[in-house]
């Protein structure tokens, strides 16, 4: 189900309401099987996040989450059908108000990246270690979502 702005704005309004968003966990085995995990940064306040967004009509969660991926980082894979976990997280919103996300995440074993893509000149994307992109992002159980990937890849 798509969310336009509007709805986004009066359901930030009521207490404790927890909107979900599907996201994808890019990763590639590099070079003697070290797993790699691509990350992204946000559009308003450039912290490093992975591709997420809003469920799309028709659209089961893991095309939702892969579709993301292709728009902010363009990359292209193989999107697994069951999420690996889910994070909480506070969406800042246009207005100064908050509203609290359940992101579900995908893993996305990356086949390639395009050359072009929506997001291209709105985000910086980079390749980082299972370790070094736990250390980078700042939501505590996102983290701990990238040290199982790095513990047991998904194929």
């Given at each position: 189900m798509a969310f336009s702005k509007e709805s986004m704005r009066k359901s930030s309004n009521a207490v404790g309401a927890k909107r979900v968003q599907y996201a994808a966990l890019p990763y590639r085995l590099s070079g003697r099987s070290r797993t790699e995990v691509m990350l992204v940064t946000s559009r308003e306040t450039q912290r490093w996040i992975i591709p997420k967004g809003w469920p799309q009509r028709g659209r089961a969660p893991y095309d939702s989450a892969a579709r993301e991926a292709f728009e902010e980082a363009g990359v292209i894979g193989a999107v697994g059908r069951r999420s690996v976990g889910s994070f909480p997280y506070e969406k800042r919103l246009k207005g100064g108000g908050v509203m609290v996300c359940e992101v579900h995440v995908f893993?996305?074993?990356?086949?390639?990246?395009?050359?072009?893509?929506?997001?291209?000149?709105?985000?910086?994307?980079?390749?980082?270690?299972?370790?070094?992109?736990?250390?980078t992002v700042q939501e505590p159980m996102l983290s701990e979502i990238i040290r199982r990937l790095g513990h047991k890849p998904v194929d």
């Open positions: 893993p996305l074993k990356v086949t390639r990246q395009s050359k072009q893509w929506p997001e291209k000149e709105q985000r910086d994307v980079k390749w980082l270690s299972i370790k070094q992109a736990a250390e």
